[in-house]
């Protein structure tokens, strides 16, 4: 049995706004990380995963319903629950005129560490992020990457039995975005730590996740494996044909619908572009599919005997981008 190592009850949180209007950001929020996981709060802009974080390290304090870290009350016993986590803010957090070294040394003293230990664990955390040759420049002079793993080194030096990291790739090359992601995976492998890991990247989340929480509109939606979640959603591949502008050809649909394995077919028709900026879509043919890969051939085979003109075909397997839309009808990058 997987061992809690936190565990969020009722969890919500209304804002004020200047206006007196109210924001609810996050909407009554239940779930467990387990010792040793890479959990994910997957979600678009605005789903409150920010604000979920912020209330789990006790950064801000909740509307209602709390958070425990280790058996602790982040609202009632903030520093022993402070003590298992380390926090990897969305904002660099960091001195730019300071260098490296100086600013893990600086949050480690406010971690409470210092002497050989501090020493230590700062030498430890430069080695883990690869950045040992850079200790000593300023942080101004890294880039954006490089800041954001001075960041997780700063959320890792006490050796906290967790990390929370929001969106930590957002705004960074995608070579240092691999690194980013690395580090994450050597956290639990290397380190036994647990990760809460925010995006909005569905990628990101497939990648990384033991679990995955989809959030929408300060609501959880769906929790699970990411095998999990696509099992909700049936488990068919989508090939997607562009036809452009071509008159679909009488029966067609009916026709692909006998290939072995396809459940479904379906026609887009092309759309043009209208006035609130929607751009103008060609047509397509979407058809579901047991194994896309397989029924391919089959599939092509009836379109060029109805001497229709493929443009493009791709194939989509299932993933939590399908579980997204099928909860919510709507896209998560939109
Ligand atoms: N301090 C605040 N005051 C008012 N509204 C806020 C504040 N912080 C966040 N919000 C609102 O709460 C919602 C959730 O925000 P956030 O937690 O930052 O989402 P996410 O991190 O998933 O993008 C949004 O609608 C946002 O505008
Ligand atoms: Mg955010």
Redesign the pocket.
């Known amino acids: 049995m997987a061992e809690s190592l936190v565990e969020v009850r009722g969890l919500k949180k209304t804002?004020k706004?200047a206006d007196g209007t109210e924001?609810q950001?996050v909407r009554g929020i239940d779930l467990d990380i387990y010792k040793g996981e890479i959990f994910s709060m997957l979600?678009p802009?605005?789903?409150?995963?920010?604000?979920t974080i912020s209330m789990i390290s006790g950064l801000l304090t909740p509307t209602s319903g709390d958070a425990k870290i280790g058996g602790y009350s982040i609202t009632k016993q903030p520093m022993e629950a402070k003590k298992l986590i380390g926090v990897v803010p969305q904002e660099i957090a960091l001195y730019p005129t300071l260098t490296a070294r100086q600013n893990l040394e600086f949050f480690g003293k406010m971690y409470g560490l210092g002497g050989k230990e501090l020493a230590t664990s700062v030498d430890e955390v430069l080695d883990f992020t690869d950045l040992r040759d850079r200790a000593k420049d300023r942080i101004e002079t890294f880039s954006g990457g490089m800041k954001r793993r001075v960041n997780i080194g700063v959320g890792m030096l006490h050796k906290p039995q967790l990390v929370y990291m929001d969106e930590p790739t957002v705004g960074v090359d995608p070579q240092s975005r691999r690194r980013i992601l690395d580090t994450v995976i050597r956290l639990r492998e290397e380190r036994k730590m647990s990760v809460m890991y925010t995006t909005h990247l569905m990628e990101e989340a497939q990648e990384l996740s033991n679990r995955v929480a989809i959030v929408d509109q300060g609501k959880m939606i769906a929790l699970g494996t990411v095998g999990e979640l696509i099992q909700q959603v049936g488990e068919e591949d989508r090939l997607v044909l562009h036809i452009g502008e071509q008159r679909l050809p009488d029966g067609l649909l009916q026709k692909l619908q006998t290939v072995e394995g396809v459940t479904r077919a379906l026609y887009d028709e092309p759309t043009a572009a209208s006035e609130d900026g929607k751009q103008a879509a060609p047509g397509k043919i979407t058809i579901y599919a047991k194994r896309g890969r397989k029924a391919l051939p089959h599939v092509i085979q009836i379109a060029n005997e109805a001497a229709m003109e493929i443009m493009s075909v791709e194939v989509r397997e299932p993933d939590l981008e399908a579980v997204f839309l099928q909860m919510t009808g709507r896209a998560l990058r939109d």
């Open positions: 804002f706004r924001v950001a979600g802009n605005g789903a409150g995963k920010t604000t």
